[in-house]
């Protein structure tokens, strides 16, 4: 641990450390202390009870309670691995980022969608580290910013999304399958063998 410190001192300078830290600080009260939406409930909950209720009650979307830790485990790997590039605040398109984020940010609360509320928040990350520390310091936090897209649930896409992959998956799955010689048959997502007496799989 003492060894990893060292390393990100030698990495990064006491104000961009700051910075980076400022960056987290908003978007992580607005999540953990603002009651933002109602959902099913008769009262407002906070972002962070909406996320946590959604991802642990899902099996689809247990995976969601990791990812933010985890984004910040990458931001700390990728500075004590390089040193972090030399500040260049993005004042003007910074502050608009951070506008627009809390505009947003507002607008999900007036409407109650806590999926907004989410997206607001991300956005306020990314540009909070624009403003203060400009495009190079968000480029080279690009995979953390990016992988936190997979912190949110949702589950209003798997209409759109993963249910067609899952048809395309089942689909190349059997064209595989028949392809070296067995037979099966394929019934929505699912990929059954097909009937053989001889083997005792009935019809």
Sequence with gaps: MNEILARIRSHATP???????????????????????????????TLFKFWTWMSGNSEDWQHCLIVLPGALAL???????QSLPAPRPAGAAGMAAIVFSLAL???GYRMGVQYIGWASLHLLLAGSILFLLGWRTVLFLAFPLLFIA??????????????????????AAV??????GLDVVRSGTGILSA?????GIPA
Excluded: C
Excluded at 15 to 44: M, N, R
Excluded at 157 to 169: G, T, V
Excluded at 195 to 199: A, G, K, R, T
């Design 175 to 180: 064209f595989v399958l028949d392809t070296i």
């Design 195 to 199: 009937p053989d007496p001889m083997l």
């Design 15 to 45: 104000p961009q450390l700051t910075a980076l830290g400022a960056s987290w600080l908003v978007p992580a009260l607005l999540f953990f202390l603002v009651p933002y939406a109602e959902g099913y409930g008769s009262h407002k909950v």
């Design 150 to 171: 997979f912190a949110w649930p949702v589950p209003f896409l798997d209409n759109y999304i993963a249910f067609p992959l899952r048809i395309m998956m089942s689909h």
């Design 75 to 81: 931001m700390v790997y990728a500075i004590q691995r």
């Design 105 to 107: 940010f507002w607008l």
